[in-house]
């Protein structure tokens, strides 16, 4: 008979190099109190949570998050089953043999556990089953673990994957106290290493509130309450026959809500969110994979980088699957790579066929992930493509409208103020008369938009709210959509005289020439050397003081 031999460099792969980020352990230990809150519903050690109203009502279980950065501890707790004693060191002690049921439960695999090993000196499991008057108690010595693992003095016989469990760990019992929960389980990291700062949040990031806004989007909860349009998406869920998992998950006493707000920050400014947009997904046979939502907005630019619930997310179980750029290669048309950062939403998976893989970064590879995204890349690159380029058009049409507008003004300011010369006088009316051609090309499309609509489902919606916002738009007689610009006519400049006749009225013809040839050479250098914005700043300032 075979023997075979687990290195103790197992260890090592299932928790050190089990994961990129360590912040990932809080999702690993919050999975594991959901399902353990579910199963205390389950057998009426709470009471299970009222779902009838327009509300979820994520009940009595709850889970606590403390962090204590001045002593470098954390824990997690939650008011689950807990464990029975007797099956504690049991159900601990077995490694990667879960007995949770695949596709029913969040955590599975039995190895999440560990995790905490890689982080810290120490780590303590602490457990109570409902009204048991024994706390069964589990320490790791994290420290030796690592030794262990990195001993370079041995020479010949290396340690197994037992010798090193047996070695780490230390099972005892207790008598429950007095003010002990009737039932909970909790996971106690002690000497949190010092390069796992952002375990508490990072000192240079924000702290505390920083891991919370990780936590927003990680975890299975609710939505902030100013969210305007979550009545909306929990009604949509309530058609399907399903619900969103959601559990009271607590920071330091802080609630955790899900961070997605009606104001974005874009690559053009702020952008509004305006309602919300469903799609479901479904096998051949009419099985649902999968659901979405995703807010509707102009789609004016890409979201940036600062905004915490910017992509399209993906979800298990209410659990983020992967980050906020999991999907954002199921964007594969020609210029669409960075479509994901156009929008906010979430996808559901809900087929119990869709299984996380051990690390949570995706899916497991099956059939049924591979018709999955056959969905995803349908959906993402036709109607979504379609849609923030629907967004892109409108926009590129309100600024060439906008740009006129300004130029315009420009243009009849510095008519009445005097040019520097008839050159400059030409070219500025020839840019001007450009951007005229262009501002009446972008009005036709947006009046086309506004009237029957892009490329997209929302393209009409999207064209008639830019227009709308700016003020370019108004309703005639039979509601027939109009963009309004200004006179779009080219002032001339007539016998009135050049600025050079205005700022040197005590030099000659020839001398003022000599002049206007100057400065205008002076202010083409300052058009190339600094941005437009700044250029202008500058002439306009020299234009005044010169005077």
Request: with cysteine.
């Amino acid at each position: 008979m075979n023997e075979f031999t687990f290195g103790a460099n197992i260890l090592e792969n299932l928790t050190t190099g089990m994961y990129r980020d360590s912040k990932v352990l809080f999702r690993e230990y919050i999975q594991n109190a959901c399902d353990s809150i579910d199963k205390a519903e389950e057998y009426k050690i709470l009471p299970k949570r009222e779902t009838s109203g327009k509300y979820p009502n994520t009940g009595q279980g709850r889970i606590n998050i403390w962090l204590n950065p001045d002593k470098r501890q954390i824990s997690i707790e939650d008011n689950g089953t807990g464990i029975k004693s007797e099956d504690f060191k049991r159900i601990l002690g077995n490694i990667a043999d879960s007995d949770k049921t695949l596709g029913k439960e969040k955590g599975f695999r039995g190895i999440g556990r560990l995790c905490g090993l890689a982080y810290c000196n120490k780590l303590v499991f602490t457990s109570r089953y409902a009204n048991e008057k024994i706390v069964s108690i589990m320490t790791c010595d994290a420290l030796k673990m690592r030794k262990m693992i990195n001993d370079t003095n041995i020479k010949i016989d290396k340690y197994s994957a037992i010798e090193v469990l047996d070695a780490m760990t230390e099972f005892s019992v207790r008598n429950a106290t007095s003010d002990e929960p009737a039932h909970f389980f909790k996971v106690e990291l002690i000497n949190i290493n010092e390069e796992n700062e952002e375990l508490f949040g990072g000192k240079e990031n924000g702290g505390i509130e920083t891991l919370i806004d990780y936590l927003s989007f990680i975890a299975p909860v609710p939505y902030q309450a100013n969210f305007v349009y979550r009545s909306e998406i929990y009604t949509h869920v309530k058609k399907l026959n399903l619900r969103i998992d959601e559990y009271d998950i607590r920071v330091n006493a802080q609630q955790i809500f899900k961070k997605y707000k009606t104001h974005i920050e874009t690559g053009s400014g702020q952008d509004d969110v305006f309602g919300v947009e469903f799609h479901n997904f479904y096998l051949a046979d009419n099985t649902l994979l999968a659901w979405m939502w995703f807010g509707k907005t102009s789609f004016k630019a890409a979201i940036k980088d600062g905004e915490k619930s910017r992509g399209l997310r993906l979800r298990k179980e209410n659990i983020q699957i992967g980050d906020e750029d999991t999907l954002r290669n199921m964007f594969t048309r020609e210029s669409s790579k960075r479509g994901n950062n156009y929008f906010v939403g979430e996808i559901f998976a809900t087929s119990p066929e869709l299984i996380p893989n051990s690390q949570r970064t995706y899916f497991n590879e099956n059939p049924i992930r591979i018709n999955f995204e056959h969905n995803l890349n349908d959906y993402f690159n036709n109607t979504l493509y379609d849609i923030y380029y629907d967004g892109s058009d409108t926009s590129a049409s309100v600024k060439k409208i906008i740009s006129y507008n300004e130029a315009f003004l420009n243009f009849e300011k510095k008519n009445s103020e005097g040019f520097v010369s008839k050159k400059e006088h030409e070219t500025e009316k020839q840019i001007l008369e450009e951007k005229k051609k262009a501002a009446e090309k972008a009005k036709k499309n947006l009046e086309k938009k506004c009237r029957e609509g892009g490329k997209s489902i929302l393209g009409k919606e999207i064209a008639k709210r830019r227009v709308s916002e700016i003020g370019l738009m108004h309703e005639g007689k039979n509601q027939q959509i109009s963009i309004e610009i200004p006179d779009i006519r080219i002032p001339q400049s007539g016998k009135k005289k050049n600025l050079t006749d205005i700022m040197f009225p005590g030099h000659n013809n020839a001398e003022r020439k000599l002049l206007s040839e100057m400065l205008e050479k002076i202010f083409i250098i300052i058009r190339n050397s600094t941005d437009k914005k700044n250029a202008e700043i500058i002439i306009n300032r020299i234009r005044t003081d010169l005077k």
